[in-house]
């Protein structure tokens, strides 16, 4: 019984995690096309279309997260059955390292969550006026 409740403590602690690393992706996110505003407005002061430098900003973000969520349950896979294997080393103690169903519909999840999130970094670019981007 015991162990049940801390594999239920550490799913909620896993996804809790997972929520602060999507939010700290967006501030990232957000962050780096204020400061790329300049930019954007250039492209705008050329002839760019609103919808042009939105699907730019909506294309990177949704390539960054589809890109990272499967490298990161690769690497996270590896620095897994690394310390497992060094834990039945160390211990004897053999732990099973899987990929799974769960694992597949996570990364799927996030990269869905990421396509949606694209949209708000992309919005505040399509909206910021061109002169306030070039005088900023």
């Keep these: ?5 801390v ?7 896993a996804f809790a995690t997972q929520v602060l690393v999507v939010a700290a992706v967006l501030m990232a996110l957000l962050v780096g096309f204020l400061a790329r505003s300049r ?3 250039v492209l705008r002061a050329i002839g760019a279309s609103r ?3 939105f699907c730019i900003a909506w294309v990177e ?3 960054l997260m589809s890109a990272g969520a499967p490298l990161g349950l690769l690497l996270g896979f590896g620095a897994s059955t690394a310390l497992a294997c060094w ?3 160390q211990t004897g103690f053999a732990m ?7 694992e597949s519909c996570l990364i799927g ?3 869905l969550a990421g396509v949606l999130v694209a949209t708000l970094p992309a919005w505040l670019a399509f909206r910021r006026p061109i002169a306030q981007g070039l005088t900023a």
Excluded: E
């Design 1 to 5: 019984m015991a162990l049940g409740n």
């Design 7 to 13: 594999r239920d403590l550490m799913s909620v602690l």
């Design 39 to 41: 930019q954007f407005a």
């Design 51 to 53: 919808g042009y430098v």
């Design 61 to 63: 973000v949704v390539l």
């Design 87 to 89: 834990l039945q080393a």
């Design 96 to 102: 099973a390292v899987s990929l799974g169903v769960p």
């Design 109 to 111: 999840g996030l990269v």
